[in-house]
T-cell receptor, first 109, second 115 residues
Framework: SQQGEEDPQALSIQEGENATMNCSYKTSINNLQWYRQNSGRGLVHLILIRSNEREKHSGRLRVTLDTSKKSSSLLITASRAADTASYFCATGANSKLTFGKGITLSVRP | GAVVSQHPSWVICKSGTSVKIECRSL??????MFWYRQFPKQSLMLMAT?????????EQGVEKDKFLINHASLTLSTLTVTSAHPEDSSFYIC???????????FGPGTRLTVT
């Protein structure tokens, strides 16, 4: 069964703007990961945040995790047209990943 | 970084035939490999987890006799869709994990179309 639930389901922004995507989950986790998928392609790992971490940065990406609210957010700063893709959060527990439904991000040039 | 390949990248087969999909970890030893399927515009659903040298563990609702998984070495796992039907048409993605990593490395996926 799916655990992560992202919102919004779709997001359209102008190049240069920031994109914020949220993910909520229901049960205990070891870590939470964000992935990107370009249409018809495999997944690219973006960032992993462990359950004892609150914030993590990687380049233009910033991820936060609030275990008390069982939620995470992914911020992409200064978006580019190449960031257009589907983004999934996945919760990790017992070596398994459970994926959310995904967010479709469109960045208009 | 860790690279996982899948072969073939796409396959079209006739109903009733069997199709084998390979998943290889190219530059690391994968203790565990995972198989997912993804329908259009939907999320990835875990089908099964396989550990090298042991039987795969299937998720609830996944028919183990239909989706045969073999993980014979630390770099290769195969998924065989037996007696494929049109409803098996989907995007199948594998991932691989090392023994000490939470992170899964995903293959590029295989698009199966059953006619």
């Amino acid at each position: 069964s799916q655990q992560g639930e992202e919102d919004p389901q779709a997001l359209s922004i102008q190049e240069g703007e920031n994109a914020t995507m949220n993910c909520s989950y229901k049960t205990s986790i070891n870590n939470l990961q964000w992935y990107r998928q370009n249409s018809g392609r495999g997944l690219v790992h973006l960032i992993l945040i462990r359950s004892n971490e609150r914030e993590k940065h990687s380049g233009r990406l910033r991820v936060t995790l609030d275990t008390s609210k069982k939620s995470s957010s992914l911020l992409i700063t200064a978006s580019r047209a190449a960031d257009t893709a589907s983004y999934f959060c996945a919760t990790g527990a017992n070596s398994k990943l459970t994926f959310g439904k995904g967010i479709t991000l469109s960045v208009r040039p | 970084g860790a690279v996982v390949s899948q072969h073939p990248s796409w396959v079209i087969c006739k109903s009733g035939t069997s199709v084998k999909i390979e998943c290889r970890s190219l530059d690391f030893q994968a203790t565990t490999m995972f198989w997912y399927r993804q329908f259009p515009k939907q999320s990835l659903m875990l089908m099964a987890t396989s550990n090298e040298g042991s039987k795969a563990t299937y998720e609830q609702g996944v028919e183990k006799d239909k989706f045969l998984i073999n993980h014979a070495s630390l770099t290769l796992s195969t998924l065989t869709v037996t007696s494929a039907h049109p409803e098996d048409s989907s995007f199948y993605i594998c991932s691989a994990a090392g023994s000490s990593s939470y992170e899964q490395y995903f293959g590029p996926g295989t698009r199966l179309t059953v006619t």
